[in-house]
């Protein structure tokens, strides 16, 4: 199970942290998110050793990192613009599948998601 939090609504330039509990044993997690009326997007990945990759649109603005001992997936959020409003959600996975974990394929645990809404 994964359950996300800390989503909120923020000021275009502004900064938000949000976290991902797990409760099971996953090796691969991920970020991605939906605005209103697009397909879901990657947004950043941790590998089983820690290494991150990021979407390009968030690279330098974003930073994911997790905790292993506490199974918890971070982000944080630096620079927030318009377009990084939607639901936010982690994903998990016990096995690699992929290449790249940039993908919706790769994964096979979701969470419910939490809000962010950036303002102009």
């Known amino acids: 199970q994964l359950v996300e939090s800390g989503g909120d609504s923020v000021q275009a330039e502004g900064s938000l942290r949000i976290s991902c509990e797990a409760s099971?044993?996953?090796?691969?997690l991920g970020w991605f998110r939906q605005a209103p009326g697009k397909d879901r997007e990657a947004v950043a990945s941790v590998d089983s050793d820690g290494t991150t990759e990021y979407a390009g649109s968030v690279k330098g603005r974003f930073d994911v990192s997790r905790d292993f001992h506490k199974r918890i997936l971070s982000l944080n959020m630096n620079s927030l613009k318009p377009e990084d409003t939607g639901i936010y959600y982690c994903?998990?996975?016990?096995?690699?599948?992929?290449?790249?974990?940039?993908?919706?394929?790769?994964?096979?645990?979701w969470g419910q998601g939490t809000r962010v809404d950036v303002s102009a």
């Open positions: 994903a998990a996975a016990r096995q690699r599948r992929c290449t790249s974990l940039l993908q919706v394929d790769c994964y096979t645990f």
């Open positions: 099971g044993y996953v090796l691969y």
